[in-house]
């Protein structure tokens, strides 16, 4: 029984990031927003939380973003109450996705290594 509520846990999260995608989507496009998309989201057991995490194509752009979501979260939450037919919606807590900076740092990293052993061999 308890892996029925992960696999309902992990529906959910997956709705919830379609949705939450869509909705930021469409206020990059108005330019509401800076170019930032929706990453992952993870639902708590209760489904009373929703951790919403984004990536900016800029990085200079992920905290002015990520305040004019957290400013957004209830109204999006209201959306998607009317998209879901879910009892409740989780509420939103938005969060920056560093990995993929982190993975283009490690990446840059791993060209200058391979270019220091050319110079050296």
Excluded: C
């Amino acid at each position: 029984m308890a892996r029925g509520g992960f696999e309902r846990t992990d529906r959910i999260a997956a709705l919830l990031r379609r949705e939450v995608a869509t909705l930021v989507h469409e206020d990059v496009k108005s330019h509401q927003l800076p170019e930032i998309s929706v990453s992952d989201v993870e639902v708590s057991r209760d489904l009373a939380v929703a951790k919403v995490f984004v990536t900016a194509l800029n990085p200079e752009d992920a905290k002015p973003a990520l305040a004019l979501l957290k400013e957004e979260a209830k109204r999006y939450r209201q959306a998607l109450s009317k998209l879901m037919s879910t009892r409740t919606v989780p509420e939103l807590r938005f969060h920056y996705d560093d990995s993929v900076d982190r993975g283009g740092r490690i990446d840059e990293l791993l060209r200058q290594s391979r270019a220091a052993d050319d110079s050296i061999g």
